[in-house]
């Protein structure tokens, strides 16, 4: 199984208080309904654009995962939590295509003066350059080469017309045109949301895909928690951007299935006391390269027989089943966590194996590879010190 990373390549906020200020290079994202004083009854509210390289997705869709039909290969949204208050009992974020092209611009929050060189609540290239919709319509536009319908939404009370434009259909095809991942207080506050149909809109083969020109994706919160005079409910979710100086900048997460199973002459491991170890590391990577990690297992104290060679270099196969992940080794975090559907081990008359892709993985950091596998009715995690670095090249 596989799993690739893409980054961004721009991202930024809409701020519907400062409606021509543009935040291309600030460290953070912001979907938020914020409240500044008990005698404003309108509270800011702010939204953010988030885009991916076509090219990029295009290459991994046909060269990389082999098979564009969008049968055998999911794409997830990923968002790193960088802060998070007012959250209600439940509350929604809605991820949506967006529907003009846009500009990400050089601005950061509430530069002096503040910087009006790309998208905004107003406008979607500098200022004055390119309105998010006209609020008299008409609500259809021509996005790439299809007849595509989109809407919008602002409170005039609060706000002049803007706050971007979403996808709501298209002429040619009946793909899903928006995601929603829903919060509590105690709920993991990162985004991991399904938008594959979403991507099949720009990149998909076939009659009914690639019926959409890339502009990203809209992530604002749901419309019950937009513009509300009850102070009480003020919710902000704040993420790191592709400008953040830590590990978690937004990607776009290809997870296919490349798994293949052929053990040739290779027994089945089934001891109650297996050793495995992860081979084929070199313990320095760079950020473009891949590599196929082996495996090779065997009981830990063999039984003894009467042959001409070691019995220690007898390779064993795991069951099949079993599934790897990588952590961060500063912060035990799973950069790829084990997945019974993409992160399975492969075999092939040598050993078992797995592939990994750098690309996805920060640079200059330790990584630690583990194994999981089911044998002889115990379950094993294999920690047994496989590290490697991934470095700038």
Known sequence: MAVFKLFPEKDTTLYSMFPLMNTGLDSQIESTA????PSDPNPQVSRFLIQFNTSE???VANNLIGDNSGVDWKAYLR??????TGLRTNTTIDIHLTAKDWAMGTGLYLDDPITINGA?????QYSGSGQWFNTAGPWTD???GYNVSFTGSYYSSSSIAGGGSWVTGSVSSSWAYSSSVTFNYRSDL???SDV???VYHWIGSGSAYNDIANYGFLVKLSSGSEFQSTKEIQPELKYFSIDTSTIYPPHLEFRWDDFSWNTGSMGLLSTTQPYVEVAENPGTFY???KNRFRIYARPEYPVRVWQTSSVYTTNYTLPEGSTWAIQDLDTNEYVINFDPSYTKISSDSTSNYFDVWMNGLEPERYYKLLVSSSIAGANYIFDNKYYFKVVNG
């Open 34 to 37: 914020t409240a500044f004083s």
């Open 57 to 59: 997705m295009l290459d």
């Open 79 to 84: 968002l790193f939590s960088s802060q998070a």
């Open 120 to 124: 905004c609540w107003a406008n979607t």
């Open 142 to 144: 021509t996005i790439g």
């Open 190 to 192: 990162d985004v991991t």
């Open 196 to 198: 594959t149909q979403m």
């Open 287 to 289: 950020p473009g390269a």
